[in-house]
């Protein structure tokens, strides 16, 4: 399995931006599909937007759509997660996750991806 480390969370104002990084480490991390998955409190975790492990198929949830960007550099081990436009209700903890399973889904909860970071807080406040 690989292990992943989240980083590029934090506070920001209504309309900013924020870069999240998705650092992997571990064998054949080209395999794995990445996703990014958030929980706020009191929420079930979902599916915020996925890449395969080409990056030619991308998935983003319809609240995210034209505002969030997922991207990978293989030659680096890491997928991005660039978010624009943000709004309080984009505050949550932010988790990548991967999968060697092809047929993975992205909009439910995660349970097709068997490695998970630690997680990364967003906040979106004035």
């Known amino acids: 399995q690989l292990q992943l480390v989240e980083s590029g969370g934090g506070l920001v104002q209504p309309g900013g931006s924020l870069r999240l990084s998705c650092a992997a480490s571990?064998?054949?991390?080209?395999?794995?599909?990445i996703g990014w998955f958030r929980q706020a409190p009191g929420k079930e975790r979902e599916g915020v937007s996925c890449?395969?492990?080409?990056?030619?198929?991308?998935y983003y949830v319809d609240s995210v759509k034209g505002r969030f960007t997922i991207s990978r550099d293989n030659a680096k081990n890491t997928v991005y997660l660039q978010m624009n436009s943000l709004k309080p209700e984009d505050t949550a903890v932010y988790y990548c996750?991967?999968?060697?399973?092809?047929?993975?889904?992205?909009?439910?909860?995660?349970?097709?991806?068997?490695?998970w970071g630690q997680g990364t807080q967003v906040t979106v406040s004035s």
């Open positions: 571990g064998f054949a991390y080209n395999y794995y599909a």
């Open positions: 890449i395969s492990s080409s990056g030619g198929s991308t």
């Open positions: 996750a991967a999968t060697l399973n092809t047929g993975y889904v992205c909009y439910d909860d995660g349970s097709d991806f068997g490695s």
